[in-house]
C-alpha cells in the first residue's frame, strides 16, 4: 500500500519530495519483493512439488489478467500447492525478526463447504506437506466455510474465526503484518487489522505459500493475482 506525502488536484504539479520516499525503496532498511503472473512462468519462481493430486499451478489469463490458478480436480483430499523459492530451490526467505509483511490479492472458484480447503500467506516451507497439521506460520485458513487468521510455532497454533459478516468473498485484498511482538491480519482494510494476534508466534523460518485442497469430491480453485514481500534487510 502506497502512503502519499501529498495530495494533490487533478493536473496540479508536484515535486519530487513529494513521491520519492512512496515510490523508491530504501536499501538501508527494507528489501522489497514483488511476485506477478504477468512476467514469468509459476515455475521460475514457485515450487509445486507438494501438489498432491491436483495440477500443479499455472498462469492461466482470466478477465484479461495474468493469474496463478490453482485447480485440486474432483476427488477428495486432492492439493494444488505452490511456496516461493529460495534462489532457485526449496527454501525459507524471512523470518518474524524481519517484520515481514506479506500483501496478497487472492480469489477463489467453487469449494465444498465441510473441512479444510484453503491456506495462503506465510508458512515454513520446511513442513512436509501442505495442510500439514501445526505448521510453524502466519497465515489465512479457510475451513467448514469459515475464514481463520492462524499463528503457528510449529509445535502448536491458534486458529481465529475472522469470517467477514458477508461471508468470504470471492475476491479479497489480504495482508499479514508479523512482529516478533504479534500478527496483525487484514482484509481489504489496510489500516484497520480484523485480527491481532500475540499467541503461538512462529518461531522458524518462513516463505510465501498458497495451497488449495479438495473436501467431498468438489472440484477447488485458488487464483492468485499477485503477491509482495516487504521485510527489513539483514543487519548482521
Known amino acids: 500500500m502506497v502512503r502519499h506525502k501529498k495530495i494533490v488536484d487533478t493536473l496540479d ?10 515510490h523508491i525503496a530504501d536499501y538501508s ?15 521460475t519462481f514457485w515450487d509445486t512439488a507438494q501438489t498432491a493430486g491436483g495440477s500443479a499451478p499455472v498462469v492461466n489469463f482470466l478477465d484479461h489478467h495474468a493469474l ?22 526449496v527454501g525459507n526467505i524471512t523470518y518474524v525478526d524481519d517484520a515481514p509483511v506479506i500483501s496478497m490479492a487472492v480469489g477463489f472458484g467453487a469449494y465444498h463447504t465441510a473441512g479444510e480447503v484453503a491456506e495462503f500467506g506465510l508458512i ?22 469459515k475464514l481463520y ?8 497454533e491458534t486458529a481465529t474465526d475472522i469470517t467477514p459478516t458477508l461471508g468470504i468473498s470471492d475476491w479479497a485484498f489480504y495482508r499479514i503484518e508479523l512482529t516478533s511482538a504479534n500478527a496483525k491480519f487484514y482484509i481489504d ?39 509482495g514481500l516487504t521485510r527489513n534487510k539483514y543487519s548482521g
Not at 506437506?129 to 475451513?143: D, E
Not at 487489522?193 to 508466534?201: D, K
Request: charged share 15%.
Open 13 to 22: 504539479v508536484g515535486s519530487h519530495d513529494d513521491w520519492n520516499d512512496d
Open 29 to 43: 532498511l527494507v528489501l522489497n519483493l514483488e511476485a506477478d503472473f504477468a512476467n514469468q512462468a509459476v515455475a
Open 68 to 89: 496463478a490458478k490453482l485447480v485440486t480436480g474432483a476427488t477428495t483430499n486432492q492439493i494444488s500447492s505452490m511456496r516461493y523459492m529460495q534462489g532457485g530451490a
Open 124 to 145: 515454513n516451507s520446511a513442513s512436509a506437506a501442505a495442510f500439514t497439521a501445526l505448521q510453524g506460520g502466519a497465515y489465512f485458513r479457510i475451513k467448514d466455510n
Open 149 to 156: 487468521s492462524v499463528t503457528g510455532t510449529g509445535a502448536a
Open 189 to 227: 482494510d489496510m489500516e484497520t487489522p480484523v485480527r491481532t494476534e500475540v499467541l503461538t508466534l512462529p518461531a522458524t523460518d518462513l516463505t510465501m505459500k498458497f495451497s488449495m485442497q479438495s473436501q467431498n469430491n468438489v472440484n477447488s480453485t485458488m487464483y492468485v493475482d499477485g503477491c
